[in-house]
């Protein structure tokens, strides 16, 4: 079973999102910052990572940067997902290595599709 980081600071979206990814059958495991998710890569790496942008400590820019700068981690697809919709934010996060990004509020359907897509590849 494919395991998927969601790092998001906001309860509420993570428990959804946890929610919708574990539903559509994912293992999902948690973080709350950029931090904490570098931390949890470095001692388990995911097959995914859903990652929010605006968050505490370190940002998603940021997180995602370093894992696609590293030969351990660059391989890991990275969801962004985030309320920064502009065309500026999508263009900034892909330029940043992301593989897909998703503003909120965004479809369930489009999250999971979009993981499960990206997990087949």
Known sequence: MSIV????DSPTQREMITDLLRGSG?????????VEAIEQIENHCPDLVVLDIVMPRMNGYEVCRRLKSDPKTQS???????????E????????????????KPFQPTELVGTVKQLLRG
Do not use: H, N
């Not at 330029?95 to 998703?102: L, S």
């Open 5 to 8: 980081l969601v790092v998001e």
């Open 26 to 34: 994912l293992d999902v495991t948690i973080a709350t910052d950029g």
């Open 76 to 86: 890991v697809p990275v969801v962004m997902c985030s309320s920064k919709g502009e």
């Open 88 to 103: 500026f934010d999508r263009y900034w996060g892909m330029k940043q290595g992301a593989d897909a990004y998703i503003a």
